[in-house]
T-cell receptor, first 112, second 111 residues
Framework: AQRVTQPEKLLSVFKGAPVELKCNYS??????LFWYVQYSRQRLQLLLR??SRESIKGFTADLNKGETSFHLKKPFAQEEDSAMYYC??????????????FGGGTRLMVKP | KAGVTQTPRYLIKTRGQQVTLSCSPI?????VSWYQQTPGQGLQFLFE???????NKGNFPGRFSGRQFSNSRSEMNVSTLELGDSALYLC??????????FGPGTRLTVL
């Protein structure tokens, strides 16, 4: 069975500080990994996915298969980054790839 | 392009009743997935529909069911409601295995 763990429920940093939101997963195969974000009073939206290898809003995430991790990083946090962040996994096998398994989420608070 | 819409946004029901929630996907998207979000269990996958057929199913009892219509709109139904069914129900639309776009959710309260 697949599982996603986000060990921190709350992460509080000052503006300009580096941010790392941790995500660990367990899956017997090669999964697809995602980060979703939910800003206050907005709907859940995709931030980035590992196969895209792109940086969105200054955030990056590297899939480490050896450590089964997909940590989200940003070198300099901004107040507008304050939100709820969810790490998610989907099987990469065909149509089963639409079954997202989410972690419990990490609330990021960026203080001025 | 209009986003995913869900109706109603809020619902209050009593134990034993049944409820139907509706989801209208983004135009051109043929897949709709449903998720349940609770404080205790987080976001959990319920089921996915593609071209009017259930393609994937999560680990929920048979009281939870759904369907999809020819215009890709989807409904989910929960019968014999229990207190534990109180949750935010999210639907997401997508083109097959592409990015999932979420709706605002329906908040169900079971009394």
């Amino acid at each position: 069975a697949q599982r996603v763990t986000q060990p921190e429920k709350l992460l509080s940093v000052f503006k300009g500080a580096p941010v790392e939101l941790k995500c660990n997963y367990s899956y017997s195969g090669s999964p697809e990994l995602f980060w979703y974000v939910q800003y206050s009073r907005q709907r859940l939206q995709l931030l980035l996915r590992h196969i895209s290898r792109e940086s969105i809003k200054g955030f990056t995430a590297d899939l480490n298969k050896g450590e089964t991790s997909f940590h989200l990083k940003k070198p300099f946090a901004q107040e507008e980054d304050s939100a709820m962040y969810y790490c998610a996994l989907s099987p990469s096998r065909g149509n089963a790839g639409n079954m997202l398994t989410f972690g419990g989420g990490t609330r990021l608070m960026v203080k001025p | 392009k209009a986003g995913v819409t869900q109706t109603p946004r809020y619902l209050i029901k009593t134990r034993g009743q049944q409820v139907t929630l509706s989801c209208s996907p983004i135009s051109g998207h043929r897949s709709v997935s449903w998720y349940q979000q609770t404080p205790g269990q987080g976001l959990q996958f319920l089921f996915e529909y593609f071209s009017e057929t259930q393609r994937n199913k999560g680990n929920f009892p048979g009281r939870f069911s759904g369907r999809q219509f020819s215009n890709s709109r989807s409904e989910m139904n929960v019968s014999t409601l229990e207190l534990g069914d109180s949750a935010l129900y999210l639907c997401a639309s997508h083109r097959n295995t592409d990015t999932q776009y979420f709706g605002p959710g329906t908040r169900l309260t079971v009394l």
